[in-house]
């Protein structure tokens, strides 16, 4: 009976951790369409603030306080500064390169992790997980090819955006667990608003009216966005983390699909070889974090 359900509990998670990559691939490809009309600042303002009212209702509704003095404790402070870069890189990765190769450079995400909890949270990795390591980072390398003719700067935004995101997930180990999920919301949408804020000094572009479909656009990101963190959230707390996790990887499959069907991307020799290595090194990584603690 104890199998039958955990390998139920582990479906449910699974299920609920592909729609968290789908919700996410689908806010991405959204915010790129807002981004073609809009400056990237007021999507951000915006998208932000969207997402920090929606996270603040659903913590009132669930009698959760919107301030304590957890809120700013230093992990949430770390974690507000990482969410703030990770958010504002990204969003203009995804609006300046194509949505295909700002995605998979997002999966090293989980390995840059694993690679900083052992740096700064003294957590062992034996040899075996360091190589995947440096594969998986290879594999980063690969797809924006510095060197080569075909390199473009612009690429390093979504490194950029990759790093911030790794950052805020090591900070978010250490901030306190009395704070929701929720709470982690409105304050992670937060950041979005700041990170849009302080771009709009370095853009240089003025406020503008969205139209009838920058607006639409904007609002169903939002929804997307609510949605893929509280699915997320869901699944990791569903399931064995071991069997819910490398689900993941399917936001690569959305976030291709996407940029292809409705941006009119191409997949590159780089791209697949590196996203092989990319999604390899991450499966083996959490692999092998399975066996050393059974």
Not at 94 to 112: D, E, G, R
Not at 151 to 166: D, E, K, T
Not at 207 to 236: D, H, Q, R, S, W
Request: contains cysteine.
């Amino acid at each position: 009976m104890s199998q039958t359900s955990n390998a139920h509990a582990n479906l449910t998670g699974s299920l609920w951790m592909i729609t968290a990559m789908a919700a996410f691939a689908a806010e991405d490809a959204l915010l790129k369409g807002a981004a073609r009309t809009l400056p990237v600042w007021e999507i951000l303002v915006l998208f932000g603030l969207g997402g920090a009212l929606l996270f603040a209702a659903l913590a009132r509704l669930r009698g959760a306080a919107l301030w304590t003095p957890d809120v700013v404790s230093k992990p949430m402070r770390i974690r507000m500064v990482f969410e703030i870069t990770g958010r504002l890189f990204y969003v203009l990765a995804i609006a300046l390169t194509p949505l295909s190769s700002a995605t998979v450079i997002l999966q090293a995400t989980p390995i840059v992790v694993v690679a900083g909890a052992a740096m700064f949270f003294g957590e062992t990795v034996g040899w075996r997980r360091w190589v995947a390591i440096i594969l998986g980072l290879t594999g980063v390398l690969v797809i924006i090819q510095p060197g080569a003719d075909s390199f473009s700067p612009l690429s390093v935004l979504a490194v950029l955006g990759m790093l911030g995101f790794a950052g805020r997930d090591l900070a978010s180990r250490a901030a306190p667990a009395r704070l929701s999920t929720d709470i982690l919301g409105v304050y992670g949408f937060i950041a979005i608003v700041i990170a849009g804020c302080a771009f709009a000094f370095w853009e240089g572009r003025s406020f503008e009216v969205p139209e009838a479909e920058a607006a639409v656009f904007l609002g169903c990101a939002v929804l997307c966005g609510v949605l893929a963190y509280t699915a997320l959230m869901k699944a990791m707390r569903t399931g064995d983390v071991s069997a819910v996790t490398p689900f993941r990887y399917t936001r690569l499959l959305f976030g291709i699909a996407l940029g292809v069907v409705f941006f009119g991307e191409s997949l590159s020799a780089g791209m697949i070889t590196g996203s092989a290595l990319i999604v390899l090194s991450g499966l083996f990584i959490m692999w092998r974090s399975t066996a050393t603690r059974t």
